[in-house]
């Protein structure tokens, strides 16, 4: 057990280091981005929830090619990533320690890392060992990298936003656009996902 749990939080918490070593010129404190990370874990119940409601009446129209995009991009991709969204939005990004590009960047790592990391101790506690070090090279990088998108365009909301009325009307336009561009890459990251456990099954 002791193994499997090390297995499902070690892949989350050591890239969650990279990207916060990576802010070289002035590092966010540990007890915000701690909070962050927090807030994903949690966020994987609303997120839970809003995937519940949102599979739970497909249409049987929906064969093949069609049921797999509604299921990973609205199904799944965008209740994952707009409760991580929400996280670093109501958390971190008022904060005055959010002062510069890269910290939408490691907020928002820290957000879908801590999602990730409660998603994978599921997972593994369920699949064991072989989907554990799956999802480590596969599902929590994505969602890593998921957010690092996201990050990238908060933190130019963030500092574009306090330069202007022209520049604040993107400043919304990019709290709407991260989210649905990270969502995208969930079509073939679960995709993939779900045939590989699909195999591991039978």
């Known amino acids: 057990m002791l ?6 939080v070690a892949p989350g918490l050591f890239l969650l280091m990279i990207f916060y070593l990576k802010d070289k010129y002035e590092r966010e404190s540990l007890s915000l981005v701690g909070k962050v990370f927090l807030a994903g874990v949690l966020a994987v119940f609303p997120a839970v929830l809003l995937e519940d409601l949102l599979l739970s009446n497909l249409s049987p129209r929906l064969r093949d090619i069609s049921l797999l995009i509604y299921m990973s991009y609205l199904g799944i991709g965008f209740p994952e990533e707009l409760v991580k969204f929400l996280a670093v939005l109501l958390l971190a990004y008022n904060s005055k320690e959010f002062n510069e590009p890269f910290d939408g960047v490691v907020y928002s790592v820290a ?5 990730a990391t409660l998603e994978n101790l599921f997972y593994v506690l369920e699949g064991g060992v072989l989907v554990g070090l799956v999802r480590a090279v596969l599902a929590v990088p994505s969602h890593a990298l998921d957010g690092a998108v996201m990050g990238v365009y908060l933190g130019r909301a963030k500092i574009m936003g306090s330069r202007g009325v022209w520049r604040r009307r993107w400043h919304f336009r990019y709290y ?4 649905t561009i990270s969502s995208c890459s969930w079509i073939p990251a679960h995709s993939y996902y779900l045939e590989f456990r699909s195999c591991c099954w039978f």
């Open 3 to 8: 193994h499997l749990l090390a297995l499902s």
């Open 176 to 179: 709407f656009t991260a989210p």
């Open 111 to 115: 957000s879908s890392l801590g999602f």
